[in-house]
C-alpha cells in the first residue's frame, strides 16, 4: 500500500518559520513535491526533491532524505496570506502518477 | 489561473443520476489526471492519460465511473447513477509527460464540486 503522513495542523506567528515534516511508506518512488491549497482553491505546485538534500525557492525550502522516507517543507518569513493546506506527495511511477498525504493546515497569526 | 479549465464548477444532482465533467488541460500538456478529493484529505488518483491513452485507472473506482481523453486534448469525466459517497471535489490537472525522477510538474484545475442529494 501507500502512506504519507505529515501533521494535520501547526500554527506559527508573521514572521516565524515553520517545519512541515512527511514521512512515506510507498511501492515506489520517483520524487517528493508539496503543493499549497487555499481554501476553495487549486493545489499550486511549490517544489519537488528527486534527489536527497535541500531545495531552495524563495521563501520556502524542502528537504529531502530517501534513506529516512522523510521530507521537509520549510516556509520563512511566514505571512498572512501563507494560511493554507500543504500537501507532500510522493511520484510513484514514471509515468508520473502521485500519491497524496491528507495535508497540514497552517494558520499564520498576527 | 493554471491554464487549466474545468466545466461545471459546481454540480448538484440527485441520487440515481449520471452527471459528466469537463477538463481542457494546458495545450501542450501530454498527460491528463483524474482525482477525487474530500474535506481533510489529499486529492485521491482516480485515473489518467497519456495523449488518448487511459493507462491506469484506480481499484478504488467503480464500474459507475468513466473517463475519455477522445482526441489527446480534453476529457471528460462521466459517474453513472450517482450515490452520496461520490459528493466531492473533482480535480483535473495536466503535465508536460517527463519520464524519470524530473519534476512532471502537475498543474490543477480549479475543480468540479458535485453534491449528491
Known amino acids: 500500500g501507500q502512506s504519507l503522513e505529515q501533521p494535520s495542523e501547526v500554527t506559527a506567528v508573521e514572521g516565524a518559520i515553520v517545519q512541515i515534516n512527511c514521512t512515506y511508506q510507498?511501492?515506489?518512488?520517483?520524487?517528493l513535491s508539496w503543493y499549497q491549497q487555499h481554501d476553495g482553491g487549486a493545489p499550486t505546485f511549490l517544489s519537488y526533491?528527486?534527489?536527497?538534500g535541500l531545495e531552495e525557492t524563495g521563501r520556502f525550502s524542502s528537504f529531502l532524505s530517501r534513506s529516512d522516507s522523510y521530507g521537509y517543507l520549510l516556509l520563512q518569513e511566514l505571512q498572512m496570506k501563507d494560511s493554507a493546506s500543504y500537501f507532500c506527495a510522493v511520484r510513484v511511477s514514471n509515468a508520473g502518477k502521485s500519491t497524496f498525504g491528507d495535508g497540514t493546515t497552517l494558520t499564520v497569526k498576527p | 489561473d493554471t491554464g487549466v479549465s474545468q466545466d461545471p464548477r459546481h454540480k448538484i444532482t440527485k441520487r440515481g443520476q449520471n452527471v459528466t465533467f469537463r477538463c481542457d488541460p494546458i495545450s501542450e500538456h501530454n498527460r491528463l489526471y483524474w482525482y477525487r478529493q474530500t474535506l481533510g484529505q489529499g486529492p485521491e488518483f482516480l485515473t489518467y492519460f497519456q495523449n488518448e491513452a487511459q493507462l491506469e485507472k484506480s481499484r478504488l473506482l467503480s464500474d459507475r465511473f468513466s473517463a475519455e481523453r477522445p482526441k489527446g486534448s480534453f476529457s471528460t469525466l462521466e459517474i453513472q447513477r450517482t450515490e452520496q459517497g461520490d459528493s466531492a471535489m473533482y480535480l483535473c490537472a495536466s503535465s508536460l509527460g517527463t519520464s524519470g525522477t524530473s519534476t512532471d510538474t502537475q498543474y490543477f484545475g480549479p475543480g468540479t464540486r458535485l453534491t449528491v442529494l
Open positions: 510507498t511501492s515506489g518512488f520517483y520524487g
Open positions: 526533491n528527486a534527489l536527497d
